[in-house]
């Protein structure tokens, strides 16, 4: 980066990035947490419920206490999905993705330069594929009137969080690129 005000602001704006897509990355993760609990208390409820009604308990457990969470598992299949997708910009942009070191462990730093530049644009290119099939994929849902079974949640209110996600990686890509077309 330059000493220039120009080059300032950029850096400025990359950092304020960085700094969003981590708390993205932290809300997904919390988001999985959320999805744990409601697994644990599902099977804490389903073996109350049956400790309840084979009357191990002796039926002194209300209903409400005594009973697995309705609809967990589909909250946890739109959970899941939507914080995976929350790690992704984060990946992109600490290059934590998978890499294949065995390629580059005796390439020289030059070499390392240009493959991580293909990897951004390789990226970048796949994310704006993903994020735009995605869209009409979403489109598709809506248009249907799609729900889960049992909570009759719209599965296109999943797509929502799913599609920033991946605008976040396309721009995290942006800036990978950047970064290696500097480098390269």
């Known amino acids: 980066m330059t000493d220039s005000p120009a ?46 009604e084979t009357g191990w308990l002796g039926g002194a457990l209300p209903h409400w206490m005594a009973s697995p969470i309705l609809g967990d598992f589909e909250l946890t299949e ?54 735009w099939r995605m869209y009409f994929g979403m489109l598709d849902q809506r248009e249907y009137g799609y729900t889960t079974a ?7 209110y999943a797509y929502l969080p799913i599609l920033a996600s991946l605008a976040l990686t396309v721009l995290a890509a942006l800036v990978t690129l950047a970064e290696d077309a500097e480098r390269a």
């Open 150 to 156: 049992i909570l009759l949640l719209k599965h296109w």
């Open 7 to 52: 080059g300032s602001r950029t850096a400025e704006r990359h950092r304020a990035f960085r700094r969003f897509v981590t708390i993205w990355a932290l809300l997904g993760g919390a988001l999985l947490c959320a999805v744990v609990l409601v697994n644990t208390g599902s099977i804490i409820g389903a073996a109350l419920f049956t400790a309840n």
């Open 78 to 131: 739109m959970g899941v999905c939507i914080a995976v997708f929350s790690f992704l910009p984060y990946c992109q942009l600490t290059r934590s993705n998978v890499t294949a070191d065995i390629f580059t462990a005796h390439a020289s730093p030059q070499w390392v330069a240009r493959f991580s530049l293909l990897a951004s644009l390789v990226a970048l290119a796949f994310m704006a594929i993903l994020a």
